[in-house]
């Protein structure tokens, strides 16, 4: 008899309890599976929107062979406005940015690096855009603007082409002897390859 109380009162004491837990119970399991479920519904969606921005990324190479230049904005637009989180919309607006320089319209040039800094995820990126950046605001002769932009931390990598960058400046404010200087450093930090036309311009200053 004692046994079964026992039972019986362990009955009793599971059904107060899920009366007073039950509910909660319930919620946490359906929240946990809603969560996961949300989880795996934006991996989804994330490769789904990389995936569309793959595509147009391709057409916005196949308009720039062909010399398409208004289908090739209108698909690089097309990125920034609906695919922004992508490194595609990046990418696009960087070869934009060259083809706005080239064609000489450098305010252009500088509007769509400087988008390009503010949503690269990647700092290569970002410092690839800020050099170039730099070159067209020299170009442009917004020599101020241009020496904010590489007196920035930029990577070990570019410490040459900052340097040649800050010898441009320097030669456009009249100082050849700093721009020497600077040109001198960009040679010493440079890659054995591809300082031609660097070694040029500091050749052009004497010795």
């Known amino acids: 008899m004692a046994q079964y109380e ?11 309890w899920w009366k007073e837990n039950g509910t909660a119970v319930i919620i946490g399991a359906l929240l946990g599976v809603g969560a996961l479920g949300g989880w795996r519904g934006w991996d989804w969606y994330q490769e789904k929107q990389a995936m569309n921005a793959s595509d147009i990324f391709a057409s916005v190479q196949e308009f720039m062979i062909a010399g398409d230049v208004a289908s090739f904005q209108e698909q690089a637009e097309a990125l920034r406005t609906e695919y922004a989180s992508t490194p595609y919309a990046v990418l696009a607006t960087l070869h934009e940015a060259k083809a706005q320089a080239e064609g000489g319209d450098l305010n252009a040039a500088a509007e769509s690096l400087r988008w390009a800094i503010k949503h690269s995820a990647r700092p290569s990126i ?4 800020r050099i170039r950046l730099a070159r067209v605001l020299v170009a442009d002769r917004e020599l101020d603007a241009a020496q904010a932009v590489i007196d920035e931390e930029f990577s070990e990598g570019y410490r040459s082409l900052v340097h040649e960058i800050q010898g441009d400046i320097l030669i456009l404010r009249g100082e050849p002897e700093q721009a020497k200087q600077a040109y001198d ?3 010493e930090s440079a890659r054995a390859s591809g ?3 660097l070694q040029m311009k500091r050749d052009d200053l004497g010795s």
């Open 6 to 16: 026992t039972e019986e009162q362990q009955v009793e004491a599971l059904k107060s």
């Open 126 to 129: 970002r410092d690839v855009a």
């Open 195 to 197: 300082v031609e036309f």
């Open 185 to 187: 450093l960009a040679l």
